[in-house]
């Protein structure tokens, strides 16, 4: 194989490993289970049915891996609903008990009909081959279900303009760091504009703010 056919292939492929759930739970687990769910999977989709969601988001992780790279630009998506409209927390960071965001997590607002998530994201931060994926489902008790994850290198020349309108533009909230950090917002092409927002460390939640042009937030660890 050419070297060029090799990395349209790498392109094209899904770095989450069972993300159509073809092969049932293989190559996902749970995190911090406080609290109790079952999973259902039947073609391709995946049912959660929450019975003890636990206190806060973190109580129910349903988590799986991802190798990252520094400077590498990637594109999340995913289909979703839920039986009465509430919240998810999804994000993609450092697996450690030091909170260190890799993507723009997101808490998205699930409603009763399969709706489409996807956004995408520039790896700032040195190579992770065991990134975590995590789906934060704790805090409420209403089941929902998840199909169609994926994770793929971006594609960035022209003719993948209809391949990037799919990314929804910034919005949602973030957790910040427990560390010193700042929220840069970059161009498509990874190129810092500016730096939307800082603060000292542990804040918790905070919003987005919204941005009308394209681009990437990023929230970015400040270290000493």
Known sequence: ?????????????????????????????????????SAKDEDGELDFEIHDPGKEGWSLQFCSDVSLKEGES??????????????LNVNIKKNSTKYLPYANGRIIDLSTDWQDYSW???????DDAAALLSFDMGGNATSW???????KVAKGDDSE????????????????????????????EGKLIKVLDKGKGGEGIRAYPRIDKSGVIVVKEIKG
């Open 120 to 126: 995408n994201f520039t790896m700032k931060e040195i």
């Open 74 to 87: 990637y594109v999340f998506e995913m289909k979703a609903k839920a039986d009465v409209p509430r919240t």
């Open 145 to 151: 279900s998840l199909k169609d994850v994926s994770l």
């Open 1 to 37: 194989m050419k070297e060029s056919a090799k990395k349209e292939s790498a392109k094209k492929k899904n770095l989450i490993e069972n993300g159509d759930f073809s092969k049932g739970l293989k190559g996902w687990r749970v995190e911090n289970g406080v609290g109790k769910f």
């Open 161 to 188: 303009r209809s391949y990037r309108d799919r990314i929804q533009k910034n919005s949602g909230y973030f957790n910040s760091p427990n560390e010193p950090w700042e929220l840069h917002f970059y161009s498509l």
